[in-house]
């Protein structure tokens, strides 16, 4: 009987080793991440920071806004009334019998002596079926009585109260029972009382549910209410989400890390140049060798997003109670824009790997034997100087900035105004980018007839434009950030109709006078309140002075308004601020003397660029409120009532606080206006040499409150200087560090030149000018790319803009964008210089990977 050897069939497996050669593939790409961290520290720690500060600020941004919940707890709806206590029972009743189940919060002003600050007494019951969420207690407890009061810590402060205290206000002596809040607006001071304690409320908000009708309806269905809001029309306020804001800043940094990852990997591929060749030479395919290095790529962002991960969380509950006093509202603590975290950490993998991408195909291309001798592929030779579709693209960015200006925002960004202006920088970004290799060739072409040593450095950087241009195109990006954050800020301050900026500066406050009816409240003994005392007018006048002396050698003068106002012609262009007399006082407490003034001017002013503007028109008598001609677009100037372009000086010695008498009208207009008549009492300004102490301040306060008076100091609204040097350090500071990044590795590509000129006897003084050429010429000229670019997008924008036109460019910060054009290229060539004056101690030998 015979047998037959059966035989295995051969298996077929494919040609490029199939899942189990890319498995080892990745394998030995990991285990390369393992062994060569330090040179890929510079990408891992550029990953890592982008998901953290991306993770930070996404956190700050989207719990910034106030979400519905702040002003309607946890009801759906919200009506607020006002009038007569007997009308708004009725309201009240109303809409008990229209939705049932309500929940009433009243509300009654009252003034912090000696200020302008207010607070509210509050009646609400802190167990409401909806008004829960609008009340925490932090010590001691709710009042249960007539005769108990919480309060805000606020109204503590200002009140010198405790838990315990008496406290007189309204009339009424109650004990302080504890310390309330409003976790949805921190900013919120009032004094809390139970139910029925408020008898003459401002006004009065009702809490209740109308499920399934719109705010529109439940207006229609009360129509005495005051306003009506549901979740839906307060979710709408928003209209910009912050969510999408985060997602489209993390692209950008996204982008950043992509571009300078490029020529990090690609030195990295480099280095392993030997390693992909001896690959190669056992059967490795094309793809296989693209696949160490993208597979590298990936595991240094996802280690870099997981470190950055961590790293933000950290860095978010350390920051989370700076970022709670910001927002004015309690932020929990994994009350956390996921969704954006997520986005983050998936576009720094994806950032990662696409960056790792163009040199895994370049280096997968490298003949075998050139790769086994280490020799890197040849530079490409350089396109059109300038690529047509880098000008398409301006021109498209252009377009989009323009539609964006000339589109109305309503309500801040509606219709096609945001899409556009995002769509716009996005085009521009890209243009750049794009943009940035061409450049770099017509940067070198310049610099032919230069010393040895910088035309070296400058054909290096058109020469090796895989690592440069990505550097230049990122300096660039990061130069635009700070210089649009420069343009539109001094553009918004420089509107010299709706002013912006600090009220006043820290030496100078402003006394108001009571004119008003008796009935707020002031400091009584042991800290209560009192009834303000209505003083006769020569009396205040008495207490102003005498809180001038108790200041100091300080300088007071009087403040006198008049029915005088400015206005301009065109729709939507209004005037903000107080106009007060120039009174040959106010003149001389500045050092303004008679000659400087022009006897035919109407209007003195600081405001740069006013007494240019066309289409002014002085009002006065009874000019009326503005009602515009054909097209909705001008306001006509009635003879007898209004004054068209009145004659206005411009006086920089005059104050720039937006409460201050920056604006006057001359005694030349109130005679030819016949304005004498509607001269008024309006306070008085108080100038002192030095800044105002707290202890200053809080006695100028209770000596106001004494006198029935109130006091404004300065608040906490930044200067236009202190918002521009910001963002220039830190588009300085972001510019050096990705100088830091890819200046050691575009010189690492020439690292052969060096020995050479090392061999040939060059000394360390011209490698430090090969380094500090390579380091200034990278950012003098993204700086200049990105100040262009920051300029397109103003001029892209204000051309269209009726509110705006290319006034915003008028003033625009020549010494913050000097300091970015000439100090950080300055900055980046010293240190680079200093860095490089001792000789490596692997320039004279070839290292071995």
């Known amino acids: 009987m015979s047998s037959a050897t059966l035989e295995r069939p051969p298996v077929q497996r494919p040609g490029n080793g199939g899942v189990p050669a890319r498995r080892v ?129 606020g109204v503590a402060a200002e009140f010198s109260l405790r838990i315990g205290s008496s406290w007189t206000t309204g009339g009424v002596t109650r004990t302080v029972t504890g310390i309330v809040s409003n976790p949805q607006s921190l900013l919120d001071e009032f004094a809390l009382v139970i139910p029925g304690q408020v008898t003459a409320p401002d006004n009065v908000t009702v809490l209740f549910n109308a499920p399934g009708q719109s705010a529109d309806q439940v207006s229609t269905a009360l129509p005495q209410a005051t306003t009506v809001s549901d979740t839906q ?49 056992q059967g490795a395919t094309e793809g296989h060798l693209r696949l160490v290095i993208r597979a590298n790529g990936v595991a240094t962002g996802v280690a870099g997003a997981v470190a950055g ?106 219709g096609l105004a945001l899409p556009a202006l995002a769509l716009g920088l996005i085009v521009l970004c890209v243009a750049i980018v794009m943009l940035g290799s061409s450049i770099l060739g017509l940067v070198a072409w310049l610099g032919r007839r230069s010393p040895i040593s910088v035309r070296l450095a ?47 500066t820290s030496s100078q406050l402003v006394v108001y006078p009571n004119q008003g009816p008796p009935g ?45 106002s400015l206005n301009h012609a065109a729709s939507g262009r209004s005037w903000s601020g107080s106009i007060y007399l120039a009174t040959p006082q106010l003149l001389s407490l500045f050092g303004i003397s008679a000659s400087q003034v022009n006897p035919n001017a109407d209007i003195l002013t600081m405001r740069p660029g006013l007494s240019t503007m066309s289409l002014m028109q002085l009002t006065y008598g009874d000019g009326g409120s503005k009602t515009f001609g054909p097209g909705n677009n001008q306001w006509p100037c009635p003879a007898g009532s209004c004054l068209a372009n009145p004659p206005i000086q411009e006086i920089s010695q005059l ?71 910001d963002a220039t350090v830190f588009g300085i500071v972001l510019a050096l560090a990705i100088l830091g990044m890819s200046v050691g590795l575009v010189r690492s590509e020439a690292s052969r030149d060096l020995r050479t000129l090392s061999a040939t006897g060059a000394s360390g003084a011209t490698r430090g000018i090969l380094v500090a050429t390579t380091a200034a010429a990278l950012g003098f000229t993204g700086a200049l790319i990105g100040i262009a670019g920051g300029y397109l997008a103003a001029i892209g924008f204000a051309r269209t803009n009726q509110l705006d036109g290319l006034s915003s460019l008028d003033s625009i910060p020549l010494a913050n964008l000097l300091l970015i054009l000439i100090g950080m290229p300055l900055i980046a060539a010293v240190v680079s210089w200093l860095l490089t004056l001792r000789e490596p101690a692997s320039i004279a030998r070839q290292p071995l990977e």
């Open 309 to 414: 991960f961590v790293i933000g969380f950290l860095g978010w509950l350390a920051y989370r109670p700076t970022a709670e006093a910001s927002a004015h509202h309690v932020i929990g603590l994994f009350q956390l824009p996921w969704t954006v975290v997520i986005v983050s950490m998936v576009l720094a993998v994806l950032a990662a790997y696409f960056a790792a991408g163009r040199p895994a195909k370049t280096m997968s291309r490298v003949p075998v034997v050139a790769a086994l001798s280490g020799r890197p592929p040849a530079p490409r030779k350089a396109g059109r100087l300038v690529p047509p579709a880098g000008i398409v693209l301006l021109v498209v960015a252009f377009l989009l900035l323009g539609v964006a200006g000339a589109t109305p925002s309503n309500g801040g960004g509606g």
């Open 655 to 725: 104050p720039s606080g937006t409460s201050a008498p920056n604006t006057v009208v001359t005694e030349h207009a109130v005679s030819t206006l016949h304005l004498q008549s509607s001269i008024g009492l309006s306070g008085w300004f108080i100038q002192l040499p030095h800044g105002l102490t707290a202890a200053q301040i809080r006695s100028a306060q209770v000596a106001a409150a004494a006198a029935g008076l109130s006091v404004e100091t300065r608040n906490s609204i930044p200067s236009l200087e202190t918002v521009v040097n």
């Open 233 to 281: 029309s307060l979710s709408n306020n928003n209209v910009v989400n912050p969510q999408s804001i985060s997602i489209a800043a993390a692209i950008l940094g996204m982008l950043l890390i992509a571009l300078v990852g490029v020529g990090g990997f690609t030195v990295l591929a480099q280095r392993r140049l030997r390693s992909l060749g001896m690959l190669a030479a």
């Open 25 to 153: 593939i990745i394998r030995w790409a990991i285990r390369l991440l393992r062994r060569e961290w330090r040179q890929q520290l510079l990408i891992f720690a550029l990953i890592t920071a982008a998901v953290a500060a991306t993770f930070i600020a996404s956190a700050v941004a989207t719990t910034t806004p106030s979400s519905p919940t702040g002003t309607l707890g946890t009801a759906r709806d919200a009506a607020t009334f006002s009038g007569a206590p007997s009308k708004i029972a009725s309201d009240i009743a109303r809409v008990q019998a229209k939705f049932g189940q309500t929940d009433v919060i009243e509300d009654q002003t009252e003034s912090v002596p000696g200020t302008v600050a207010t607070f509210d007494l509050r009646a609400q019951s802190p167990h409401g079926p909806f008004g829960r969420p609008l009340l925490s207690l932090s010590s001691g407890s709710y009042p249960t009585t007539a005769s108990q009061v919480a309060v805000t810590s």
């Open 520 to 564: 707020g409240s002031s400091v009584g003994p042991g800290g209560g309140a009192q009834s303000s005392p209505t003083l006769p007018l020569n009396e205040q006048v008495t207490a102003a002075d005498n809180i001038a002396k108790s200041l100091g050698n300080a300088g007071i003068v009087t403040l006198y308004s008049t029915s005088a």
């Open 458 to 504: 400058l054909r290096d950087l058109a020469r090796y434009r895989s690592r440069s241009a990505p550097a230049l195109a990122a300096i660039a990006l990061a130069t635009l950030i700070a210089v649009i954050v420069c343009v539109e800020t001094a553009g918004r301050y420089a509107n010299v109709l709706d002013y912006a900026g600090p009220n006043l």
